[in-house]
């Protein structure tokens, strides 16, 4: 394998494409980029937001599903027609979440996850992966989650979505980082976007006491994490302290949280007259 040296991105002449570039994280993150002077675009499904978001930012942008790889990989090869120039920047960050309790969750939840949360992010790293390789130049991100580092009651259909975002982003910087191509992935917490207000409709009540208090972050700190993880050339990239103590911490942290985790739910059940009588642990 021959090993290529790395150079820094210019921002000011990349390509940038963002995934789910028109709402949230992506949309932060776009306007970043494009505050930088790159060219930006950006692919989500759903045209109006798609339209207003690139007429900010002077972006080009197509509609495609991230869930259809013939629908996507068309999208990204007319973007780099259209900006004259070949993808130098992928920022996966199309995705949805969709919490509930296990045994109550349709099986086609599930599916939708891994199709839209892991397929979406394959489909698109395999669509400039190679040009990237052949250039030995580039940077590949994917937004996974907080819930892709530990397994969280109520997030039985996205958490092992994002663990899969996770799982192949490690794979990929091992065989991609020897040519030259930076591959990294986000970790968010909750994130003040309209995916956390639509999440937060099916949200079982144990998940919130999870979760705790703790104040959701703006999309703009992300957004300002995965530019500087770009910049350092980071793999992980953690938003927040919290985040961060998971990521490096996680596997041995875990006994502890699930402890705190289980006990809190515990309470949640006992208020319930009907489950009071039997603890999560017994
Ligand atoms: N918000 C949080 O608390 C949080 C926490 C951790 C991780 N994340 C992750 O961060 C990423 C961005 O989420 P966000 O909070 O910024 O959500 P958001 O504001 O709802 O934005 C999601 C974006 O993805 C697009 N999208 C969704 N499904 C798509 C599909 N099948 N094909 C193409 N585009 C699609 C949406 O546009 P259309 O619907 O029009 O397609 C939108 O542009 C997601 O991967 C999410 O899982 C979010």
Redesign the pocket.
């Known amino acids: 394998m021959r090993l290529r040296n790395t150079r820094p991105l210019d921002f000011g002449s990349a390509h940038v494409i963002v995934?789910?570039?028109?709402?949230?994280?992506?949309?932060a993150t776009a306007r970043l980029f494009a505050g930088r002077g790159a060219k930006v675009s950006l692919?989500?499904?759903?045209r109006e937001?798609?339209v207003e978001a690139a007429k900010e930012l002077s972006s080009a942008a197509r509609a495609?599903?991230?869930?259809d790889q013939a629908g996507l990989t068309r999208a990204i090869a007319e973007l780099e027609e259209e900006q004259g120039q070949p993808c130098d920047v992928l920022i996966t960050?199309?995705?949805?979440?969709r919490p509930g309790h296990f045994l109550e969750l349709p099986d086609e939840v599930f599916r939708q996850m891994m199709e839209?949360?892991y397929f979406?992010t394959l489909y698109a790293i395999r669509a400039v992966a190679p040009g990237m390789v052949e250039r030995g130049h580039g940077s590949v991100v994917a937004?996974?989650?907080?819930?892709g580092l530990i397994g969280i009651f109520g997030y039985s259909a996205y958490g092992p979505a994002?663990f899969a975002v996770r799982g192949l982003m490690e794979s990929v910087r091992a065989e991609l980082t020897p040519h030259g191509v930076h591959v990294g992935v986000v970790f968010?917490?909750?994130?003040d976007?309209?995916?956390?207000a639509?999440?937060n409709q099916w949200k079982p009540q144990e998940t919130r006491v999870v979760g705790g208090t703790i104040k959701?972050l703006t999309?703009q700190k992300v957004a300002a994490a995965v530019v500087d993880g770009i910049e350092r050339r980071r793999f992980v990239i953690c938003p927040d302290a919290g985040t961060r103590a998971l990521a490096r911490f996680g596997s041995v942290l875990l006994p502890f949280l699930n402890r705190e985790f289980d006990r809190r739910v515990n309470v949640v059940r006992r208020s319930r007259p009907a489950e009071g009588l039997r603890s999560a642990d017994s």
Do not use: C, N
């Open positions: 995934t789910g570039g028109s709402s949230g994280i992506g949309l692919i989500a499904r759903g937001r798609l495609a599903d991230v869930a960050s199309a995705g949805l979440a839209v949360d979406g937004v996974s989650s907080a819930a994002k968010p917490p909750d994130v976007t309209p995916q956390l639509e999440e959701p999309a």
